[in-house]
């Protein structure tokens, strides 16, 4: 079975600064992709970036951009130029395409505060 | 295009009684995931459907929690009896395909019992 870790249980950073979340994972698999939620207080699950773990290329998404290290089985996520709307919990998840259903696992989050 | 819709919002209910949960997907989208997500944690797949199927119910506690998935589009989960360790999130998320896996999510319904 898959884990998904998340080492930081609550960062803070200052409006404009850059923060970097800390992600890992255990798998036994090759063929797999790796997410980035973002959970704010309204607590809707809005996808912030994906990898597939065949592409050496690291993801970006405007401000979001990933670190993927496939064989330290790592994915760190960093938040440049933060914003007060990126405040939020933010959660890992592995999808192990191999298996049927594509289902997710999560890790536990990082609750991310962006301070003024 | 509009996103997962899901009802209620908040539920509170006293222990032993039963509730409803309804989710519509992104218009679509064959498979539908419930999630049932504590507070402090990360969500945890309860059931998985694709079209009218179930693909994976491996996690849903059978002896209170029923899901199913009629005509392949909405879809509901019911708890009956509640106990009050089944105060959560329940999420509900949906996806395309295998060509494009990503699960978009609903707003979720807060449950609490009493």
């Known amino acids: 079975a898959q884990t998904v870790t998340q080492s930081q249980p609550e960062m803070s950073v200052q409006e404009a600064e850059t923060v970097t979340l800390s992600c890992t994972y255990d798998t036994s698999e090759n063929n797999y992709y790796l997410f980035w939620y973002k959970q704010p207080p309204s607590r809707q699950m809005i996808l912030v970036i994906r990898q597939e773990a065949y592409k050496q290329q690291n993801a970006t998404e405007n401000r979001f951009s990933v670190n993927f290290q496939k064989a330290a089985k790592s994915f760190s996520l960093k938040i440049s130029d933060s914003q007060l709307g990126d405040t939020a919990m933010y959660f890992c998840a592995f999808m192990n395409t191999a298996a049927a259903g594509n289902k997710l696992t999560f890790g536990g989050g990082t609750r991310v505060l962006v301070k003024p | 295009e509009a996103g997962v819709a899901q009802s209620p919002r908040y539920k509170i209910i006293e222990k032993r009684q039963s509730v409803a949960f309804w989710c519509n997907p992104i218009s679509g989208h064959a498979t539908l995931y419930w999630y049932q997500q504590i507070l402090g944690q990360g969500p945890k797949l309860l059931i998985q459907f694709q079209n009218n199927g179930v693909v994976d119910d491996s996690q849903l506690p059978k002896d209170r929690f029923s899901a199913e998935r009629l005509k392949g589009v909405d879809s509901t989960l019911k708890i009956q009896p509640a106990k009050l360790e089944d105060s959560a999130v329940y999420l509900c998320?949906?996806?395309?395909?295998?060509?494009?896996?990503?699960?978009?999510f609903g707003p979720g319904t807060r449950l609490t019992v009493t």
């Open positions: 998320a949906s996806s395309f395909g295998t060509s494009a896996p990503e699960q978009y």
